[in-house]
C-alpha cells in the first residue's frame, strides 16, 4: 500500500512538473477533417463575393446640393466660412451660426482672436485652434442660449452682445432670412 501510494505521489508530481509530455503521451485523438460538398470546381465562382458584399453594403446616399448652394452664397460675401459649408450645414443652429458670423465679424472676415467670428467670451474672448472647432462651439453655445429659453435673435442679444444693440438683431435676422429664402 505505501508503493501504491509513492508510485501515486510521484506519477502527479511529474504530471504537474512536465504537462506537455504527459499530454502528448495521452492524446490520441484522430486529427480533425473538413469536408466540403456541393461545390463545382467547373463553374467559376469569382461572383459569389460581389454578390454577398452587395447584400450588407448600401449604395453611398449622394451629396448634399445644399453644401454647394451654401458655398457659393458664402463666396459672395468673401467669407472664410465658405471652405466648412459642409460641416456648418451638419450643425443644428447653422443658420444663427452664419448669421452671427455677419453681426460680430462680417462673415468671419475681421476676427477678434483666432476662428472666433462670434465674439465668443466676451472681454476674454476664447480662441480656437482651426475654424471648424469655433463653429461647433458657436453651436454649443446657441444650443445652451435656446436650452435657457433664448430663442429668437432679439432674446438672446442682450446676453450675447452685452447691451441693448437693435442692429445686431437686424443683422442676424437679415442672414437667417436671406439662407432661408435661398432654400438653405
Not at 508530481?13 to 486529427?31: D, G, N, R, S, Y
Not at 473538413?34 to 450588407?56: G, H
Not at 456648418?88 to 475681421?110: D, M, P, T, W
Amino acid at each position: 500500500l505505501d508503493r501504491l501510494i509513492v508510485g501515486v505521489s510521484l506519477a502527479g508530481i511529474l504530471v504537474w512538473i512536465f504537462p506537455h509530455i504527459a499530454l502528448a503521451q495521452t492524446v490520441q485523438e484522430l486529427p480533425m477533417v473538413f469536408e466540403v460538398n456541393n461545390i463545382s470546381l467547373t463553374e467559376p465562382q469569382s461572383n459569389y463575393l460581389s454578390q454577398f458584399l452587395a447584400k450588407d453594403i448600401e449604395p453611398p446616399a449622394p451629396p448634399d446640393p445644399r453644401i454647394e448652394l451654401l458655398r457659393q452664397y458664402l463666396q459672395t460675401k468673401n467669407s472664410p466660412l465658405a471652405h466648412e459649408a459642409e460641416l456648418l450645414l451638419k450643425q443644428f443652429h447653422f443658420r444663427l451660426i452664419i448669421g452671427v458670423s455677419f453681426a460680430e465679424s462680417n462673415f468671419c472676415k475681421y476676427q477678434i482672436m483666432p476662428n472666433n467670428c462670434w465674439g465668443i467670451g466676451g472681454s476674454n474672448p476664447e480662441r480656437y485652434v482651426t475654424l471648424a472647432d469655433g463653429i461647433v462651439r458657436a453651436n454649443e453655445l446657441i444650443q445652451k442660449y435656446q436650452d435657457n429659453g433664448m430663442t429668437t435673435p432679439k432674446l438672446m442679444r442682450n446676453t450675447w452682445v452685452g447691451w441693448p444693440n437693435h442692429n445686431w438683431i437686424l443683422a442676424v435676422e437679415q442672414i437667417t432670412k436671406e439662407l432661408e429664402n435661398s432654400g438653405l
